[in-house]
């Protein structure tokens, strides 16, 4: 369904500090090896599509009925990397305090929680910068000046 020359397309959207560290994506549409195959049935029931597994620092990407669907669940759950490991505290601080609250969000689903918010605005500003920027002009500002800036103020001291 998807080439590597695809995923490697989006992957070069990003800066190259929201991906080091990154240790695998794998697209899984049955499931990793190994784990159950009822866990995979409740994850495609919740219709997840993906899930960013801190403690690996892998994403799974799972089955995607659309190359569209498939690289924008892929630009969320790269944003879900960079909020928890790439950006320092004081960053993530201004968008679960300041950003985030009352604000509109760009998906419904970025609407759950400050996290989810983030790693939606995530993937908009990636792949479609100028919807965010016409939508949610702070957001936009944020991720611009603050996420994708590659400012060394913005990223974790102790970046790996």
Request: proline residues 4%.
């Amino acid at each position: 369904m998807v080439s590597v020359g695809q995923i490697v397309a989006a992957l070069d959207l990003l800066p190259n500090h929201h991906i080091e560290g990154l240790r695998e994506i794998v697209y899984a549409p049955f499931g990793l090896p190994g784990e159950a195959w009822h866990r995979y049935r409740a994850r495609a029931s919740g219709h997840r599509k993906g899930e960013f597994r801190q403690k690996e620092r892998r994403i799974v990407l799972y089955e995607i009925d659309s190359l569209d669907l498939l690289l924008h669940v892929l630009h969320h759950e790269i944003g879900h990397f960079v909020f928890f490991l790439a950006l320092n505290s004081r960053v993530k601080k201004r968008w679960v305090t300041e950003i985030f609250p009352g604000s509109l969000c760009i998906t419904r689903y970025g609407a759950l929680n400050a996290s989810e918010d983030f790693a939606e605005t995530y993937a908009c500003y990636a792949r479609q910068p100028e919807s965010l920027q016409q939508q949610l002009p702070a957001k936009f500002d944020y991720m611009r000046d603050w996420v994708f800036s590659g400012k060394a103020e913005t990223l974790k001291e102790n970046h790996e």
